[in-house]
């Protein structure tokens, strides 16, 4: 009898590490919520023990699964032993979204410093409201350029 692992080889050898992760969530979603980080990889050291890189095989797994636990998409389970996880609330709708990984960088590029006059765009985008934030934010900067200019208000959108 052949297992099958939690992510098909190839697509191990082949993915950059945020899609493998993502990868990786969709199986985990397509099972239990609650998870063991020990049996997930002895489970997939099992169904690759015929590929002749396995080991590079689970180090790239492993590392598909440190990047959802840095995301804070997998976390510890508080009812259960060391060891166990559950998928947390942003896990399972970044799993159920096909615009996961767009969504992800975005949010990335906006969590450092902005300039104050922004502000306002980053919370329109974290409510999901993308268009609305895009528009917010070039008024921002329409309103930027034209006090920098020394150009009047009746140029607004001109």
Same mark, same amino acid.
């Given at each position: 009898?052949?297992?099958?692992?939690?992510?098909?080889?190839?697509?191990?050898?082949?993915?950059?590490?945020?899609?493998?992760?993502?990868?990786?969530?969709?199986?985990?979603?397509?099972?239990?919520?609650?998870?063991?980080?020990?049996?997930?990889?002895?489970?997939?050291?099992?169904?690759?023990?015929?590929?002749?890189?396995?080991?590079?095989?689970?180090?790239r797994l492993s590392g598909g699964w440190a990047w959802l636990e840095a995301r804070g998409?997998?976390?510890?389970?508080?009812?259960?032993?060391t060891g166990w996880s559950r998928i947390t609330a942003d896990g399972m709708a970044m799993?159920?979204?096909?615009?996961?990984?767009?969504?992800?960088?975005? *949010?990335? !590029?906006? @969590?450092?410093? =902005?300039?104050?006059? /922004?502000? #306002?765009?980053?919370?329109?985008?974290?409510?999901?409201q993308y268009d609305t934030a895009c528009f917010a934010a070039m008024k921002a900067v329409?309103? *930027?350029? !034209?006090? @920098?200019?020394? =150009?009047?208000?009746? /140029?607004? #959108?001109?």
């Open positions: 009898m052949r297992y099958s692992g939690p992510v098909e080889p190839e697509l191990i050898r082949e993915l950059p590490t945020p899609e493998l992760a993502l990868a990786l969530l969709k199986s985990l979603v397509a099972g239990s919520r609650e998870i063991n980080s020990n049996n997930l990889f002895r489970s997939a050291e099992a169904a690759y023990g015929q590929e002749s890189d396995i080991a590079k095989l689970l180090d998409l997998i976390g510890p389970n508080p009812r259960q032993s799993a159920e979204d096909g615009e996961a990984i767009t969504k992800l960088w975005a *949010a990335d !590029r906006l @969590a450092g410093h =902005l300039d104050p006059a /922004l502000a #306002g765009a980053r919370t329109i985008f974290n409510l999901g329409e309103i *930027a350029v !034209r006090d @920098a200019s020394g =150009l009047g208000d009746h /140029l607004t #959108g001109t």
